[in-house]
């Protein structure tokens, strides 16, 4: 049954919430974990949907994965290392683009395997071609459905090493490649025509991989094996960002976000609102391993429009459908460009954006690669369909609790996919 929940107009949001951990290096923790050649220790990984069919995934792959069983998400993943991982699997990976991407740098590399990857209707509409064809140069035989999309068949085979530039700023798909090339018979050099995420570097990094990262540049070594050892997951600053923006558009609220990640790769939209005039401090803690992390204490506040495009994208690419929102509720227009990416995510979200923003009174055009949205006025409210996006879906609650009449969001549930307890964080927030 798909589910409807009404959010009404909320008074000022106070209090702090810690977000849950975040759900990028959560999948790698798990994937690293399963490669590598012993236990590793992942201390508060992700339980969502997303994370939970990883965690399937590596087991169905040969790897222990023992978890507390107390949802703290404290789990010890026992790698297969150079066994590999198990051949004649039929992995489903759910709604996961980041399992679908990462997983076949894996498997890519060990002759004599045979795998199946599918997943669910949305997954069935992500692109793999961006994959296929890096990992087809150096030397997989990836076979997808019309060549582009799953399910697809990955078949081991020697990997030579590559150097490549990404067509497109992908962290997925450098992240694939990177996991490909520590199998292959020489170094892989990967070009980002722009900096994107980069946990996979840093946990690399932490499993004692030689990696060398120079400008836009990075290379990766082969290695037999390595062992991951601990790995402790930050709050998700992409999760984190909707209780931010709920702050920032109820007049009078004050709230505080604690155990943010704040890598640099991932806070593009701080930089966005602050042009728009946020009020947002950061106050930088103790990193997690490689991770920095912090708090962020955030003030309502009068937005204005902005442009935002180019190398600023890629840094808030899973946040741009939250920028969207804000400019709704900012004077003046707001033109999102350079963001042809947004179509290719869980939907297409140029349109579910648009669609989304257009039900609530707001004046949002879709373009070829982004969003022209002209605020001013508070948004009346009315419905939000989250056409199976868990982004949509909270993007929703959010305008719900700064419109003036509140918001249904049809198919509320897809928010479990990366935020189970979001609805219970924002309630905490209200006080509703
Ligand atoms: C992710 C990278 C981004 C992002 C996605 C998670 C990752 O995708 O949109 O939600 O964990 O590497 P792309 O790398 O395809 O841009």
Known sequence: MIEAVRFA???????????PADKSISHRAAILGAMSGGPTEIINYLVSDDTEATLVAMEALGAGVERAGDGSGRLVVSGVGPT????????????????????????????????????????????????????????????????????????????????????????QVKSCLLLAGLRAGGPTTIHEPLPTRDHTERMLGLAGVRLDREGSSITVWPTETFELDSVEVPGDFSSAAFPLVAALLVPESEIRLEGVGTNPTRTG???????????????????????????????????????????????????????????????????????????AKESDRIETVSRALQGLGIAAEPTPDGLVVRGGNRPVGGAVDAEGDHRIAMLGAVAGLASRDGVEVTGFDAASVSYPGFERDLAGLTGA
């Open 84 to 171: 590999g991982p198990t051949t004649g699997v039929r992995v489903d990976v759910a709604n996961s683009g980041t399992l679908l991407r990462l997983l076949p740098g894996w498997l890519a590399g060990w002759q004599g395997g045979r795998w199946e990857v599918d997943g669910d209707d949305s997954i069935r509409r992500r692109p793999v071609d961006r994959i296929a064809s890096p990992l087809g140069e150096m030397g997989a035989r990836i076979e997808a459905t019309d060549d582009r999309f799953p399910p697809l068949v990955v078949e081991g085979s020697e990997l030579a090493g590559i150097e490549y530039t990404l067509p497109v700023a992908s962290a």
């Open 9 to 19: 107009p909320s008074g000022p949001l106070r209090g702090s919430v810690v977000p």
């Open 269 to 343: 939209l701080l930089s966005i609102l602050s042009r728009m005039g946020a009020d947002i401090e950061i106050e930088q803690g103790d990193p997690s391993g490689e991770e920095p992390v912090g708090s962020l204490v955030v003030r309502h506040s009068e937005l204005t429009g902005t442009e935002v495009g180019g190398a600023e994208i890629p840094l808030a690419i899973d946040e741009l459908p939250l920028v969207a929102l804000a400019a709704g509720f900012a004077d003046g227009e707001t033109v999102i460009r350079d963001a042809a990416e947004l179509r």
